[in-house]
């Protein structure tokens, strides 16, 4: 079957964009083949700052013929109707139309439509120039003469040549025939714009990716990103060094080279006297390098650093090198100078003073002043919600309050958070906002801060995803839970909720946040509590009116529900069973936690399976004879059971229910649940011996109402009617 090759070739397309560019293709492309009657076996995209390709494996040769028939109206019916069915069905008058007769429906017209399969490459030249033209390219651009007319063909970067070839491997391929706005396709590419800057014949698949290899251009982009990480490695482990590992820097970089040259260049050794974060930065963002470090050594970086070139010099790239690395030693000049800034006195210091009294700052210390100058500013955090220094403020009051309930000291949660935001006002953080949080927890420590205070700072910001770590100190656990609750219950009191996909002040991930804090800490806290107490101290920093917030905590709280539904998902839980948990009213998440694990187990166990299946029966015999109209006693009497099933059941029900209450009591869900396994026995036995619809009145009412005590009982712990199974 044949083969599809598509290349647009550019000019230099930024490297965030290949890779969605290359999909975007793939998906547009394919679609259209299918939508058009085709189908394909495989799809195969490739990126390189200057071109995307597809090859596309195993493509029919021609569509199908499609013959349509659609039913008309009847042949008597008014002349409106048989008009609009003819424009419809594409005929020019009842002539071209048949005419069919069906003894219930009478005589009708249906119109019969035979469309001829067409060839696959006829398809893909009607396909492609509309593909070229709407491409979804998040920024584009028009260039040269013809951008003046309207309508002028819009790309990324200019577009400079378009390849596409079809055909099976048994035969010579031919060239799609198509233009897009003066480029006509064909089956010439170029390779690497210095090393082959000639034209390449291509055929298919197989010869292009071996003549753009000849020509100094790797087309896939993994085997790029392979090369470039191990020849770094192995030129660092030559010069008796390691490879910071860097994911994200490795993605770009094999984004910005068609044919990755790894060389190493070097600074001035007294450049590592700053910390380690900003020399990595610094030569991360500005020069696209990896940096290195001391074989075995974990924390200290080395003054070498790798970068990536796109081309074989002469010289082995020894210019190369030393070109990067004056830029190198200019950009670390400009941060040992932020570096030894951020140290020093405030040319402001003599008015922020009033500050420093309100959060008790000393005005000697760096970090204090940085605090003062944020607050003395008034930095907006939120038009509704103040400044940041009122948000500090309302931090602190919060990290205070919930500094018992996880075990830290009050005073020292207050101090971190009143600093937390403190390296906001740095040059360091200001140059490298990704830095916040780690400056700040640098600069506590030169200034003597308590480790738990240092260690609070940095950590209040997390996590900052799935994958990232939580605070596990009881400072840090205070400080980032006032953090994140301040800003999720500021946003909902002025109804700044996230919408669809829209969440521009990233609550979602505050709220996972509280989460995965309070979970993996096994802290257990009052959500709505929580919540008033945030409510409380906002209305005293922004003087806002009280207000009745129980509609927004509640609301707030099943935002929370919600996101832990997320959570225990990925963590493997049922979703039936979390929902069985879970009431309006439950904000002690760890107890919900310990609830969905505890059920879980019990339903692993075969007691479990049988009780749900009896507990599942008890409730449709309830539900069928309460739709009947059939009498239920209010209670239990004993002195009506007719067989010792009943007895036996009734007693094992009350000792469950006892158990039960008493280990929910003490929040041990494991023998809660235990307790309520023990009812399997009873419930089997009675569902086998006694007849629930016995003929004496009184008799069955009072069965019913012992089989409600079933549901009553599992209820305590769980609503077994959400349970599938």
């Keep these: 079957m044949p083969d599809l090759l598509l290349e647009l070739r550019c000019e230099e397309i930024p490297a965030r964009m290949q890779r969605k560019a290359a999909g975007d293709l793939k998906k547009l492309v394919t679609d259209g083949l299918v939508e058009a009657g085709l189908t394909y076996e495989a799809a195969r995209e490739y990126w390189t700052p200057r071109r995307l390709a597809l090859d596309v494996r195993g493509v029919t040769a021609r569509s199908k013929d499609v013959r349509e028939e659609r039913k008309g109206p009847r042949t008597d019916a008014p002349e409106k109707a048989i008009e609009g069915f003819l424009r419809a069905a594409g005929l020019a008058s009842v002539d071209e139309a048949e005419t069919r007769t069906d003894p219930k429906k009478g005589t009708f017209y249906v119109a019969v439509m035979e469309k001829p399969g067409r060839a696959a ?31 002028a063909l819009r790309w990324v970067r ?36 210095f090393h082959a800057p000639d034209p390449i014949t291509v055929r298919r698949f197989d010869d292009y990716v071996a003549a753009l ?48 040259v790894v060389l190493m260049g070097a600074f001035e050794q007294d450049f590592l006297d700053i910390p380690p974060e900003i020399v990595r930065l610094t030569i991360r963002a500005n020069q696209k390098c990896f940096v290195t470090r001391p074989q075995g050594e974990a924390e200290n970086l080395s003054n070498r650093f790798v970068l990536v070139a796109n081309i074989e010099a002469r010289d082995g790239g020894a210019e190369i090198a030393h070109g990067n690395a004056k830029v190198v030693r200019a950009r670390l000049s400009d941060a040992v100078h932020f570096w030894k800034t951020d140290q020093a006195d405030l ?39 103040g400044t940041q220094g009122q948000r500090v403020e309302r931090i602190a009051r919060l990290a205070e309050e919930l500094a018992p309930a996880v075990g830290a000291d009050a005073g020292l949660a207050r101090r971190a958070a009143v600093l937390a935001k403190a390296d906001l006002q740095t040059e360091v953080v200001g140059e490298f906002p990704e830095l916040q949080g780690a400056m700040g927890r640098k600069y506590a420590e030169l200034q003597g801060e308590e480790p738990a205070v240092a260690a609070a700072i940095e950590a209040h910001y997390r996590p900052l995803g799935p994958s990232d770590v939580v605070p596990a100190e009881p400072v840090s656990i205070a400080v980032a839970l006032a953090d994140k609750l301040d800003m999720l219950t500021g946003f909902w009191a002025i109804d700044e909720k996230p919408t669809g996909s829209k969440d521009p002040y990233a ?30 101290i906002r209305r005293d920093e922004t003087r806002s009116p009280s207000g009745d917030d129980r509609s927004v905590d509640a609301d707030l709280l099943a935002f929370f529900h919600d996101r832990l539904k997320v959570y225990l998902r990925d963590q493997g839980a049922r979703h039936d069973l979390i929902d069985a948990v879970i009431t309006p009213e439950a904000d002690d998440l760890l107890l919900i936690v310990r609830r969905v694990e505890a059920l879980g187990a019990l339903l692993d166990s075969e007691d479990g399976q049988n009780l749900l299946a009896g507990t599942k029966r008890a409730a449709n015999i309830l539900a069928a004879e309460e739709k009947k109209g059939t009498p239920v006693a209010g209670s239990v009497d004993p002195a009506l059971f007719a067989e010792s099933e009943e007895r036996t059941l009734f007693d094992a029900v009350v000792a469950a229910e006892a158990e039960a209450a008493a280990a929910l009591a003490e929040q041990d869900y494991q023998a809660a649940m235990r307790a309520l396994a023990g009812l399997r026995g009873p419930v089997d036995a009675f569902f086998e011996k006694v007849l629930v619809n016995a003929d004496d009145e009184a008799v069955r009412a009072n069965r019913l109402a012992l089989l409600a005590r079933i549901p009553a009982a599992t209820g305590q712990v769980a609503d077994f009617s959400r349970i599938a199974g």
């Design 213 to 260: 290899e000849a020509a100094r251009v790797v087309l896939d982009a993994e085997r790029r990103r392979k090369i470039i990480e191990a020849d770094a490695a192995n030129l660092a482990f030559a010069a008796g060094l390691d490879l910071v590992a860097d994911d994200g820097l490795l993605d770009e970089v094999s984004g910005l080279v068609e044919w990755p």
């Design 158 to 193: 200019p577009l400079q040549s378009i390849l596409c070839t079809f055909g099976p491997e048994t035969e010579e391929p031919v060239v799609v025939d198509f233009e897009v706005d003066g480029l006509r396709a064909s089956n010439v590419t170029y390779g690497h714009r």
């Design 347 to 385: 040319p402001d210091l003599a008015g922020l003073e009033t500050s420093a009294q309100k959060f008790g700052l000393d005005l000697k210390k760096p970090l204090d002043q940085r605090m003062a100058r944020l607050d003395h500013l008034g930095v907006t955090f939120h038009a509704k919600l």
């Design 507 to 536: 609550l979602r991930r505050a709220a996972l946040g509280v989460i995965r804090i309070v979970v993996e800490n096994g802290v257990r806290l009052s959500l709505i509590e929580l919540f008033r107490s945030a409510n409380r």
């Design 121 to 151: 490459d006829a398809i893909v030249a009607e396909l492609m120039p509309g593909v070229i033209r709407n491409f979804p390219w998040p920024k584009s651009m028009r260039w040269g003469p013809a951008s003046a007319r309207p309508g």
